[in-house]
């Protein structure tokens, strides 16, 4: 590759942002053009990260940085409620999206995508950058059309508010999309302590475990007689995002057009 | 060990039975007397169960065989509907029983105990001679005054017709003397699938998994800030009872009294 | 499908032939039509393996059992010796060969694809009909594109004789195909216990435990900063390669030729 | 408790002695009253690690800070080469040290020891506060005596200079005082990568894993015909090793004299 990639990050100083700042100094094919912030002071964005100092200030006035900063791509995890206008604006000063956010409805893509062609530059919406979920989510999902016995455990910390998962359902859905339909277990099983089997999902069961200083843990495990395939995929930190962030910022650089699910980018 | 321990072996052509057999004929200190068995012909024990001819051949007449042999040790894995007729016979003869079968009430116990006492030898009764299972239980009840927030997995084949199992609500039980009381997870907690956060206990969950070709395996985990400790225990056949099988056999001669659990054996 | 697959069992007296018999007998789609065995008298097949007679009785001449049986398919996991002739009888006679053995060379091969080809039938040859091993292998190999931070752990029994275990050799290779080049782990690295480290093929580590009780295991872990994705395959005994000689004996019915390698038959 | 314990933290800046404050601060029967770091200037200790601010700020000199701060106990994480003079210098202040440093010579915790017996007060020196590898550790131990066939696996970031970890050579020399001696596996065993069968000590193997993200895993898999028994500890980062310095500032007001080793506070 010639020259770098000139990146911004919006939302630099919270916990995904910093992260994507430290990817972003350390890929060497890339460059920090601007960091933006609503609530921090003009602090070194290298040193925020608790790397060298690297010229780079935080800003606060999103349009201003992205003007003056002249970035190929803008990296953005801040959140639903502003997603569609921080990509609208992007597209339209023709900085490539990648958005980590949920809360774009079919409509809201469809119109960014015509967007994105007509200025001739890529972008990428996923609510996940997670290669490795997405890889156990595929291989379950094939191995299910063999494994049609399966169950899937997954593990998140004590505090969280619902269950399952929604990458357990996702991953669920995908399996159906494969599987047989069939209902697996004894016909006349009982539960003397109601809900030991799980939650019930289209002939198989989900488990929710949840525990302190567990980030965010899953496993499928298909069983037949004499041997069982387990597809797992554990997540310690938010650090685990950022490979896929990085192959999102190249991607978006080859194509014209918006993309969504990061799982078109991993083949 | 001067001279072998005889052994005489009740229900011998049954599954357990069988692996009772070969765990006597292949343990050096023991000797394989009598097989007895309602349903087989007087074939020979050893050939029955894959092994060298060992010249004992089945009998049907429990009485008879055990009075013409004179075992030290009885061992019977037929179950409950026998299982006190059989041990108060035994006792009656002198010889030691080791049962591995429930159904015994307090007061049956008892009385056993007594009758043993008066006969001067030992005997055992315990649903479970599983070593393995046994320290399990035993180190997840000692772990949880350190680590209290915790789930049990518990996996059977398919065909199961019970959950949770009987070893995962032991084990719940053990650990709950233990335990500092307190109820896991977010207050707030929702289940968007009904069951998906297992079966309630004590303040904490248990989870059944069930897929064929498992034959009994279970996880505890433990967790806090920044780690986890997870012990697990694997059975993949009857073989995994032996072990604890041919510990009994030899404890047995050594005290007097009727025992009943085989943790008592295991320090 | 309008009538049952014909199929005799060639060592139906070993370990895996008995586990053929069971599956054929078991297998709605399927007619045990003929069991060979030197070793045995003629002794009913459904009895051998523990289910009801079936009408069927062992045989100790090969060639006379497959005239006079007629069967579509044989299969035959005797071992190298007697391989290539098994083959090349069954293919005269038009009986389509599923091989479960190893020691063909190429050219035997090529001959013998020949011969499917001239008669117009199918047949297979593969060291491993395990449909979860083949697909871990695959998964582990697809997965080392994105995460090429990878080590092999395998688990065999005690008394294996070699280590590491051919699977854990043929998943390596796979994935060598695919992963980046590169070697793993700190330049300074220091074993203190040699080989602590493992076995080093082409820059990552393959560890083999040996374990009573254990019958085959290989897990892949691959790992990034913040995850890591485990691909597990267990197998508790010889009934984990029955599915996958069931999908075999219904393919070899759909082509002509000889095809090398399982996996052929797995998409 | 009547009143909280004081607590003074030295190296307060450092990955661990962070760790250390955030404790403290959040303990309820607790008290920060001093943070000592050479390198750091005059912040608050509360805002250094992202919790509110607590009125107290980081010091330059250890003893002035400990003088005016009057502590009942001192956490140090510093590092052997000041491990000494710093446990001296908070004795003859009458602060209890608790120290996770290695470094000492029996000589030194001899002499540290009257020090605090002269005074009447209680110490720690232990180079491992991790609850849950002390958990594991003895109970693999103790399990040993039962499943004498075993290994151990260990998993670090692939940084990491040193193959097999200390703690894996700790937990397999205590082991090695309980389990029956005997070289495992096959005899006639051989490897054809070398390396593969792992690390030899005293009869069993030690294999240890190097990949990305990994902070600190070990798992000790015992294992006997029909069963297996895991006992496994992950850790994540280091706060796993908070709550056992919590137990150990606890601990040290209640007694007099040096410790060394934190498994004596477990029982």
New interface residues.
Partial sequence: MDRKIRVAVIGASGRMGREVVKTVLTESDMELVAGISRSSGPIDLGKMVGLEECGVKMSNDLELALTESKPDVVVDFTGPQTAFSHTSLAIRLGIRPVMGTTGFTPQDIAELDKQCQDKGIGGIIAPNF???AI??MR?AA??SK??P???I?E?HG???????SGTS?KTAELISEVREEMR???P??????????????NGF???????????AQQEV???????????????????????GVAIAVRKVMTYSGMIYGFEHF?D
């Fill in positions: 997670s290669i490795g890889l156990m291989f094939q191995a063999y494994f016995h399966l169950e455990i593990y004590d505090q969280k508010l619902d269950a399952p359902v697996q277990g004894n006349k099983e009982e539960e003397t302590i109601e809900g030991s089997r799980g939650g019930y999902y069961r989900i488990h929710s475990v949840r525990l302190p200083g567990i980030f495990i298909m069983a037949e007689q004499g041997q069982a395939l387990k597809i797992r995929h554990d997540s310690y930190d938010r650090a685990a995002y950022m490979p991993i």
